[in-house]
């Protein structure tokens, strides 16, 4: 069983509008990941995840795939994990 690891992230570029928190909370609990995803004021989105890190690897490289997802950037800090955590959702 890989390390279970959370990570605060916050994603700069054309987030919003775009389907970003939708296909955020589709493929996260497509591949069994934990956490929260939600849109902020100045247009970024931020999000707290929570599982194997390649599975968080594979979300984010399939969140820049999308069609009309542009990321610029990303400011990213791992946390502690939430034990009693089960499931993804948009906040």
């Given at each position: 069983?890989?390390?279970?690891?959370?990570?605060?992230?916050?994603?700069?570029?054309?987030v919003q509008g775009v389907g970003f928190?939708?296909?955020s909370e589709h493929k996260a609990n497509q591949l069994r990941l934990t956490g929260w995803v939600k849109n902020?004021?100045?247009?970024?989105?931020?999000?707290?995840?929570?599982?194997?890190?390649?599975?968080?690897?594979?979300?984010?490289a399939f969140l820049a795939?999308?069609?009309?997802?542009?990321?610029?950037?990303?400011d990213v800090k791992k946390l502690d994990v939430v034990?009693?955590?089960r499931s993804f959702g948009i906040d």
């Amino acid at each position: 069983m890989a390390d279970i690891i959370r990570k605060h992230i916050i994603f700069h570029g054309s987030v919003q509008g775009v389907g970003f928190r939708y296909y955020s909370e589709h493929k996260a609990n497509q591949l069994r990941l934990t956490g929260w995803v939600k849109n902020l004021y100045n247009g970024d989105v931020e999000m707290e995840v929570q599982g194997a890190e390649s599975a968080i690897d594979e979300l984010i490289a399939f969140l820049a795939g999308r069609r009309f997802v542009q990321i610029t950037g990303m400011d990213v800090k791992k946390l502690d994990v939430v034990e009693e955590e089960r499931s993804f959702g948009i906040d």
